[in-house]
């Protein structure tokens, strides 16, 4: 159980240094991405995600340490982790910087589709949170 604990705690650690930066609390320390105040409803979804990231991140490293993880559930955590990061962003405020990358056209594609990205993330983590949850013998 340890091992879960310390994964749990230093992903949440990263996560929430991570996030914080992406929605522009460290101010004038870090550069910023240009995206307007986050609004009540991006907070209380990144509080969540970085909930819900930590414990099947302590998950995979405990399951991991008993060889008994569940590829399938690694890879969905995987997969909603990186939606998360991209549904934080804001794809109108990014036009010009990431044009400069070439994927401009897929960003402001997504705008539209936000809070259903949102939710197929927190599905995507309940659900691998859930197969990842230790059984009862």
Same mark, same amino acid.
């Given at each position: 159980?340890?091992?879960?604990?310390?994964?749990?705690?230093?992903?949440?650690?990263?996560?929430?240094?991570?996030?914080?930066?992406?929605?522009?609390?460290?101010?004038?320390?870090?550069?910023?991405?240009?995206?307007?105040?986050?609004?009540?409803?991006?907070?209380?979804?990144? %509080? /969540? $995600?970085?909930?819900? &990231?930590?414990?099947?991140?302590?998950? +995979?490293?405990?399951? #991991?340490?008993?060889? @008994?993880?569940?590829?399938?559930?690694?890879?969905?955590?995987?997969?909603?982790?990186?939606?998360?990061?991209?549904?934080?962003?804001?794809?109108?405020?990014?036009?010009?910087?990431?044009?400069?990358?070439?994927?401009?056209?897929?960003? %402001? /594609? $997504?705008?539209?589709? &936000?809070?259903?990205?949102?939710?197929? +993330?927190?599905?995507? #983590?309940?659900?691998? @949170?859930?197969?990842?949850?230790?059984?009862?013998?």
């Amino acid at each position: 159980m340890r091992n879960f604990w310390r994964a749990c705690s230093v992903s949440a650690a990263l996560f929430t240094t991570f996030f914080a930066w992406e929605l522009g609390f460290f101010g004038s320390l870090l550069p910023q991405l240009p995206r307007p105040e986050p609004t009540t409803f991006e907070l209380m979804y990144t %509080s /969540i $995600l970085i909930v819900l &990231l930590s414990i099947d991140s302590g998950l +995979v490293w405990h399951r #991991l340490k008993q060889g @008994t993880c569940p590829i399938g559930a690694k890879r969905a955590s995987t997969i909603a982790s990186g939606l998360g990061v991209i549904t934080l962003l804001c794809p109108a405020c990014l036009l010009l910087p990431v044009s400069l990358f070439g994927i401009t056209l897929s960003l %402001s /594609i $997504l705008a539209p589709f &936000l809070p259903l990205l949102r939710a197929i +993330v927190l599905l995507l #983590l309940a659900v691998s @949170t859930i197969m990842l949850w230790p059984k009862s013998r």
